[in-house]
């Protein structure tokens, strides 16, 4: 193999397909980098079984090829090169990497011994999805990371109506994001992707147009984006009945100016000085109270002007999780309401029935 | 010279019990009373966790290799160790120690400290309550203590091993000596009352006198102080340094310079019988952990579930019998080449349900390279808080289905199966996948 291309070509894809490598695991293979080149075609993979990143790249071929090569460093071999050409040159035990007057050889891996890709999924779903980029921002940071929990580690991905919608939880938030007027899937038909995997898409989605193309089979699902493929397992098994879990109605809704809310709470979270720390809020009818004690450490309190409707009451909430909820909401303000201090509370945008936050509070004693 | 530690007015005593776990076996088992036993595993990995007095004048020390110690005493009686009921029995020991202060410090099954300053009104003098204590320990569990009690904490510690019965080389001789004789020679002719009330070396109770710390402390290898391991004494004796004494000698700076500055003055303070740290009643239960040395390395991740199950199951009783809750989870493996490697899992809220903790425990287990060959496997609970502390507590979704995790119910079954391993011992009652033939595969719903 052997090949010349513009640094920035090669470390787009080298890094992008980087992702999906898993260094550390049991395998050392799954440490590298795949490199196949055909005609002008560079084609760059790096797996970790679960989890396939492909990224294309056009480059000057001169000899077709394959070589697996490790995906960090070659990744850091080429991030130090100046801008400018790099020369890429592989046998049967080297990579060699050459730029100005540097000259880099790499051992590479058995390329026969690299797990063979996922094919192109069988029974194939294509369309184009839109506004796929800010959904799974609201939607993934609701997934569980806990693996003894592999259900909650995945995004529902469900037709409902005539549109799509994306929901997660971790036992202790959910996330629901509508996407209206995005038929994908077919009716009734439903899919749950792990949440790492979504969060790559994003990565992907936020560096090209956002048009996704979806592929679905029976156990994997893969995502073109511009230049690169994600393919990915399926979480096989059934997600929560998640309906059942939103309230129908609210006796108590604030609404409150989105940044105001997200700074005061950045601020007060300085003194929640360990995970279990929660901070409280005191809703009154013009404004709320937010405090944040910890014996050892001290406190902080802020008031943030706010117009609420319902009985007073105080309903404290993990700090993160609350911030990690206001900052999706889309709009100036945010709409929260509350049963009572023990009740989930939900989220959602003023004027939009599109997301929901449903968040549960935290017992303090 | 001066010697009483800055915070001199209070008594501490140490109680330290002898041969512990040999002594218990000794008591549930009178066959064995009077013979030379181990405790401790038996394979070719075993380690001696503890040995009966007979045992020790054949030269068998806690620690050693088990296959050692069967060759220095090969009419040894093994037994394999059984911690519920050496904690049973050490719940007994508090018991009776909360009887003389409130004050007391456990820092393992069978050592505590015991602040007893206030008792002197109302049992007399150290000596004298050190006496009332052993004697009591008797009635109650039915073994012998030692008690050794100074002004200054880790004197007290250094002379309930004074007050330990002499190991001697003659079979079944190990004696008590009511007066004073040998080492620590220098200390032989105090002249305060604290001796002379107590009994001397190896009476079961030694008191060094206020203001005799130092005369007791100089003769002692540096060995004897508290915190001074291999490396460190490898290091004095390098600088001649052998003795208390001789340590106590050297300006602090020089110790400062080779030692490192808290150590080196940590260690001319002790050697000066400084020490002002105070006996810390409840001390925080830090971690809880149990681990396991196989006799065969293992290879495969199937034959290691049952051994980490087994070990989830008694970390989650010990949290719950101390009254707490663990958030992270951890296990330690050493492979066959003796790297060890640990990894951890913090849960969003703390538990003491065995569930939890093993799956947290197995689900890092699948992370473990067994294919490299593994020698020993631990779990270990970290992060504890106390039981319906102050902590405030994350509220959950209620998830049906698959997702759905019930704390209560389970609550519920963990408190019934301590009650029924409280009522009929640690051994009555457990998973299905620890007994019989099913010890093959083992999963957790």
């Known amino acids: 193999m052997k090949f010349r291309c513009e640094r920035d070509v090669l470390l787009d894809a080298v890094s992008g397909a980087g992702r999906a490598t898993s260094p550390r695991g049991s395998m050392p293979i799954l440490g590298g980098l795949r490199l196949g080149l055909q005609g002008d075609l560079l084609t760059v993979t790096g797996t970790d079984i679960d989890l396939t990143i492909s990224v294309e790249a056009t480059v000057d071929g001169k000899h077709d090829g394959l070589a697996v090569a490790p995906a960090r460093l070659t990744t850091d071999i080429v991030r130090s090169f100046d801008p400018g050409a790099v020369e890429v040159e592989a046998d049967d035990e080297d990579l060699t990497l050459m730029s100005g007057r540097s000259r880099f050889t790499v051992r590479t891996h058995q390329a026969s011994d690299f797990p063979r890709v996922a094919a192109p999924a069988k029974d194939a779903t294509v369309s184009g999805i839109s506004g796929l980029s800010e959904a799974l921002r609201q939607v993934t940071r609701a997934a569980s990371s806990d693996d003894g929990r592999p259900i909650l580690t995945g995004v529902l991905i469900a037709a409902e109506g005539a549109g799509l919608r994306l929901v997660a939880t971790d036992s202790y938030r959910l996330a629901l994001r509508d996407l209206p007027g995005v038929s994908v899937l077919g009716e009734g038909q439903k899919v749950l992707i792990p949440s790492r995997a979504l969060n790559e898409l994003q990565r992907l989605l936020s560096s090209a147009a956002d048009e996704t193309t979806l592929r679905l089979g029976d156990h994997d699902a893969s995502f073109a984006v511009g230049h690169a493929t994600l393919t990915t397992r399926l979480i096989e098994g059934d997600f929560p009945d998640y309906r059942v879990l939103i309230p129908s109605g609210y006796p108590n809704r604030l609404v409150v100016g989105r940044e105001d809310l997200l700074d005061a709470l950045r601020r007060v979270k300085l003194l929640a000085r360990d995970a279990t720390t929660p901070v409280k809020m005191a809703l009154r009818p013009n404004s709320i109270e937010l405090a944040v004690v910890t014996n050892d450490w001290g406190a902080a309190v802020e008031e943030v002007e706010a117009k609420y409707e319902g009985s007073e009451m105080t309903v404290a909430f993990n700090p993160t999780y609350l911030i990690e909820g206001v900052e999706v909401v889309t709009g100036e303000e945010v709409c929260l309401d509350t049963l009572d201090a023990l009740k989930p509370a939900v989220l959602r945008p003023v004027g939009s029935d599109d997301y929901l936050y449903l968040l549960m509070p935290v017992r303090v004693p | ?445």
């Open chain 2, 1 to 445: 010279m001066r010697v009483v530690g800055e915070a001199s007015r209070r008594w501490v005593l140490h109680v330290d019990m002898d041969a512990f776990f040999a002594a218990v076996e000794a008591l549930d088992d009178p066959t064995l009373a009077g013979r030379a036993v181990i405790v401790g595993g038996e394979g070719r990995r075993g380690v001696v966790a503890s040995c009966s007095y007979e045992a020790r004048s054949f030269g068998v020390r806690s620690a050693m290799p088990s296959v050692e110690a069967r060759r220095l005493c090969p009419e040894a009686v093994f037994v394999a160790p059984r911690h519920g009921r050496y904690a049973q029995v050490s719940r007994q020991l508090h018991e009776v120690f909360a009887g003389f202060t409130p004050l007391v410090e456990g820092i393992s099954l069978d050592e505590a400290f015991l602040d007893v300053t206030g008792a002197e009104r109302i049992y007399g003098p150290p000596a004298r309550i050190g006496r009332l204590i052993r004697r009591r320990v008797l009635e109650q569990t039915g073994l012998v203590c030692s008690v050794g009690g100074s002004r200054v904490k880790f004197v007290a510690k250094m002379a309930s091993k004074a007050a330990k019965p002499r190991v001697t080389r003659s079979f079944g001789q190990r004696s008590r000596p009511n007066e004073p004789s040998g080492a620590p020679t220098a200390f032989g002719a105090a002249g305060d009352g604290g001796v002379a009330n107590g009994g001397g070396p190896g009476s079961g109770v030694f008191i060094v006198p206020e203001g005799q710390e130092v005369a007791f402390l100089h003769p002692h290898p540096v060995e004897a102080l508290w915190g001074v391991g291999p490396a460190t004494s490898c290091r004095l004796a390098r600088m001649g340094i052998k003795t208390v004494g001789e340590l106590a000698s050297v300006p602090p700076r020089t110790l400062e310079e080779v030692l490192g500055r808290a150590h080196g003055a940590h260690l001319a303070r002790l050697a000066r019988g400084l020490d002002d740290r105070e006996v810390q009643p409840e001390r925080a239960t830090k971690s809880i952990s149990q681990e396991e040395t196989f006799s065969d390395d293992r290879f495969d991740v199937e034959g290691l579930r049952v051994p980490v199950l087994g070990m989830a199951d008694s970390v989650s009783s010990r949290v719950r019998q101390a009254g707490m809750r663990a958030r992270t989870v951890t296990i330690k493996v050493r492979y066959r080449d003796r790297t060890t490697r640990t990894r951890s899992y913090t849960l969003k809220e703390g538990t003491d349900t065995t569930s939890d903790i093993a799956r947290a425990a197995l689900a890092l287990l699948s992370e473990a390279e067994c294919e490299r060959g593994v020698r020993l496997i631990g779990v270990s609970l970290t992060n504890l808080a106390e039981q319906g502390g102050t902590e405030a507590s994350q509220l959950s979704l209620d998830l049906g289905g698959e997702a759905k995790r019930n704390p209560s119910c389970r609550d519920a079954t963990s408190a019934v199966v301590d009650e029924v391993r409280r009522r009929f011992g640690p051994e009555s009652l457990t998973t299905a996948a620890l007994v019989g033939p099913a010890r093959r595969s083992v999963g957790l719903s």
